[in-house]
């Protein structure tokens, strides 16, 4: 009874860390928003600019979400110009959103700057708050 006991254990044991071990090693979906965050910033000239972050689960941004000009634009992460020094965000009409290299950890910390389709700056030296 108590080799039994023993065996079991050991299967049990062992089947939970393949478990955990295949959860671990599964793809994460870049796209899908796992993390929400919101960051207000004073801007150049008084100006004031709220952006909402979405993160997905590697804490890499999807999208910024932004009131510019008198309507929201939600600005999807541009991996064509985004690199480990700076991170760029466009929707499909133009607007765009620069700044260092944003994460879900340092996120609060970096300073933005929103253009418009004609490169016209609409919120330029953005800092947190």
Same mark, same amino acid.
């Given at each position: 009874?108590?080799?039994?006991?023993? %065996? !079991?254990?050991?299967?049990?044991?062992s089947a939970g860390l393949i478990a955990s071990a295949s959860a671990a090693t599964s793809p994460? /979906?870049? /796209?899908? %928003?796992?993390?929400?965050?919101?960051?207000?910033?004073?801007?150049?000239?008084?100006?004031?600019? @709220?952006?909402?972050?979405?993160? /997905?689960? +590697?804490?890499?941004?999807?999208?910024?979400?932004?009131?510019?000009?008198?309507?929201?634009?939600?600005? $999807?992460?541009?991996?064509?110009?985004?690199?480990?020094?700076?991170?760029? !965000?466009?929707?499909?009409?133009?607007? $765009?959103?620069?700044?260092?290299? %944003?994460?879900? $950890?340092?996120?609060?910390?970096?300073?933005?700057?929103? @253009?418009?389709?004609?490169?016209?700056? +609409?919120?330029?030296?953005?800092?947190? $708050?």
């Amino acid at each position: 009874m108590m080799k039994a006991l023993k %065996i !079991f254990s050991a299967v049990a044991l062992s089947a939970g860390l393949i478990a955990s071990a295949s959860a671990a090693t599964s793809p994460i /979906n870049a /796209n899908k %928003i796992t993390k929400r965050a919101n960051v207000s910033y004073t801007c150049q000239g008084g100006k004031h600019l @709220t952006v909402s972050y979405g993160f /997905n689960a +590697a804490g890499v941004p999807v999208t910024a979400t932004a009131r510019v000009n008198g309507q929201n634009r939600v600005m $999807r992460y541009d991996l064509n110009h985004s690199d480990n020094v700076s991170s760029f !965000f466009k929707d499909a009409r133009g607007y $765009r959103l620069g700044a260092s290299n %944003i994460d879900s $950890r340092n996120y609060r910390k970096a300073s933005v700057m929103v @253009t418009e389709p004609n490169n016209r700056i +609409a919120f330029k030296s953005c800092m947190p $708050r």
